[in-house]
Structures are given as C-alpha cells and as structure tokens.
Nanobody, 129 residues
Framework: QVQLVESGGGLVRTGGSLKLACAAA????????VAWFRQAPGKEREFVAG????????YYADAVKGRFTISREKAKTTVYLQMSSLNPEDTAVYYC??????????????????????WGQGTQVTVSS
C-alpha cells in the first residue's frame, strides 16, 4: 500500500496563502489519481481538489475554485495544493488520498471519500480572522 506524507500546513491570517505537499514514499503518482480532502472539527471529510491522468486533468470543489490550485510535479513524485485568499472557513486538517488510476470512474466518483485506497496522516491548516 502506498504511503503518503503531507506537509506545508500552518497558521495564516485571512487573505494569506499556503502551499501543501503530498509525497508518496518510494514511488511516483504516475499510476494514481490524487486528491486533497479536508476535515474540519465536527464535519465530514470533504473533497477539495483532484488530479488524474497523463494530461493532469484537474477538478475543484466550488468552495475553493479560483483560489486553490492542485498540481503535480513533472517527475510525479509530489502533488501540491497551492491555497490563496484563505479564510477561516478553510481551517481544517488537509489530507491527500490516492486511488489506482485503473479504477478511475469519473469525477462524480472521485469526489467521494470512499473512492480512495490510501491516505496520509494529514496536515493542519488554521486561518485566523
């Protein structure tokens, strides 16, 4: 099972930016769809952004569209989430998840937490007002 490590979380003021990173230990993401989810206290884990395929097709939740950008480095060893114009509603633990691309079933499936086979430990993002 692929092991994921997230990093880059922290405390930032409203309007600020952070860049999260998700690395797969000992392998690349070439054969995986990768997504970022987040979970705020007392809430369900929700989809934020995903990337899949050789052309790096991307998809975003409405709440972050235009503010967040998911990208995959050329060697496909790390997936990033660049977050800008942050607000307190973005405060959550952010997780990256992966699923074998052979089981790709479209974005309707990819936005569901249950579609993913492995998760990282999460990284805390706190946005102060």
């Amino acid at each position: 099972q692929v092991q994921l490590v997230e990093s880059g979380g922290g405390l930032v003021r409203t309007g600020g930016s952070l860049k999260l990173a998700c690395a797969a230990a000992g392998r690349t993401f070439a054969n995986y769809m990768v997504a970022w989810f987040r979970q705020a206290p007392g809430k369900e884990r929700e989809f934020v952004a995903g990337v899949v395929g050789s052309h790096d097709d991307t998809y975003y939740a409405d709440a972050v569209k235009g503010r967040f950008t998911i990208s995959r480095e050329k060697a496909k060893t790390t997936v990033y989430l660049q977050m800008s114009s942050l607000n307190p509603e973005d405060t959550a633990v952010y997780y990256c998840g992966v699923r074998d691309v052979r089981f790709w079933g479209g974005w309707d499936s990819a936005i569901r937490r249950t579609s993913y086979d492995a998760w990282g430990q999460g990284t805390q993002v706190t946005v102060s007002s």
